[in-house]
């Protein structure tokens, strides 16, 4: 595989600012990559930072305008059946890139079967927090890069603190594996862009599993 069968997706939700540095940055390493904004329902300046990024490459570069905020996990999860391309790469709004090459690397880790995603890998518990002795195998979902046919054939990404991981579980319980990269090394992330503006939406079940894993269950 090579960039032209990778789709790159970016999901936002009332951070123009930071998807203007993300796309941007992105496009100045990989202008002819096909690239997807995903709005979630912002009601903001955001459509015209989408207009702006289309514009550098209006032949690579699509949108999608929800018409209310889904959530994260869900947006990436409407991106997956709204791509073509196999290899599907997740960029969060609070990034940004200062190095090309990574999605080559990325892509030749992802041709390995059973490899279902590429990137940082990390451990979390039941709940969704990360801890070194965690029961769950994750990709960081920030920058990570995933096999859209495997994505299939698992639950979807959810709206939870972490989305991803109803459908990383399943996939590690059906042989799938996750291969390390460092992405660190091309893609500066900052963290929490979205959440320390506008925190989770979890409302109470999102208090519940922090106090319930503050005491360990």
């Known amino acids: ?73 869900p947006a990436m999860d409407t991106a997956m059946h709204s791509v073509t391309k196999d290899a599907v790469m997740f960029l969060d709004t609070d990034t940004e890139t200062y190095r090309g090459g990574f999605i080559e690397a990325m892509l030749g880790e992802l041709e390995n079967d059973p490899v279902y995603g590429v990137g940082k890998v990390d451990r979390v518990n039941r709940r969704g927090f990360a801890t070194e002795t965690g029961e769950v195998t994750i990709l960081i979902s920030a920058y990570m890069m995933l096999k859209r046919s495997l994505y299939l054939e698992l639950p979807p990404f959810v709206h939870h603190g972490m989305p991803t991981m109803e459908n990383f579980s399943a996939a590690v319980q059906k042989g799938y594996v996750f291969r390390g990269f460092d992405i660190d090394s091309y893609v500066h992330h900052r963290g929490r862009g979205t959440a320390s503006r506008f925190g989770y939406g979890l409302g109470l079940r999102g208090k519940l599993d922090y106090l319930l894993n503050k005491v360990g269950l």
């Open 1 to 73: 595989m090579t960039p032209d069968d990778v789709s790159v997706v970016i999901v936002n939700y009332r951070t123009p600012d930071l998807l203007e540095k993300a796309a941007m940055s992105f496009r100045r390493f990989y202008p002819a990559v096909e690239l997807l904004m995903v709005d979630n329902g912002s009601g903001d300046e955001s459509p015209s930072v989408m207009n702006r990024v289309t514009a550098v490459n209006p032949s690579k570069t699509k949108s999608i305008l929800l018409d209310h905020n889904y959530f994260h996990g």
